[in-house]
């Protein structure tokens, strides 16, 4: 049985790109497509695909918030968000949206086709430094809020002390990289580390945590 797919898509070019990717790919076919997340919705429903490939940024209706539209009538169709951004708040986002996967625009067609099947079987797929760890962690939902008395003791390295210095004072991961000397992508390693470390999933409750265990 082949997987169906959806694409939702507000460029026309992209959705072609897409399928003329997929056409030569004989477990794999497109059953429809949308330009719209609204147009998305309704068409995830009519035709109960095996997978929704959408973009992150379209007029009328985010990826973010088709999906957790989709998700919050209990529709389970997986979803893999396409995206020419890398941000954390949008991978973040996606997440607790409830997308099973995110991937990058300018992805090898290797790597396109591995998420398509890593989803399709069941698991989860993520471009860049995300660990699986990390990504469990998140789906698995919720941060803890413990009393700092009863808080328990966390160690964080030295360069993760001063990427979380540099997040108190709003600084990008960019400027943080800039400020260190480093590459973003190891800064982006490091900060999903500390979150990973400090059971948190977003900005706020990292410094909040952050705080409460006098690491700032």
Known sequence: MPINIVLV??????????????????????VGEADDGQQGIAIVRNTRPDLL???????????????????ATGDKTPCLMLSMHDSEEYVLQSIQAGAHGYLLKDASREEFLKAI???HAGERYFSGDLSHILVKQIVGGGTTSLA?????????????????????????????ADALN?????????????MEKLEVNNRGDLLRRAKELGLI
Do not use: C, W
Not at 182 to 194: D, F, I, P
């Open 9 to 30: 898509d507000d460029h026309a070019l992209v959705r072609d790109g897409i399928k003329s990717l997929l056409e030569f790919e004989g477990d794999i076919q497109v």
């Open 53 to 71: 490939i959408i973009d992150i940024r379209m007029p009328k209706m985010s990826g973010i918030e088709t999906i957790r539209s989709l998700k």
């Open 117 to 119: 099947h890593t989803i």
């Open 148 to 176: 700092p008395a009863a808080a328990p003791r966390i160690k964080i390295s030295r360069r993760q002390r001063q990427i979380l210095e540099h997040v108190m004072r709003g600084d990008t991961n960019q400027e943080i």
């Open 182 to 194: 480093l590459g973003r992508r190891t800064v982006e390693t490091h900060r999903y580390k500390l």
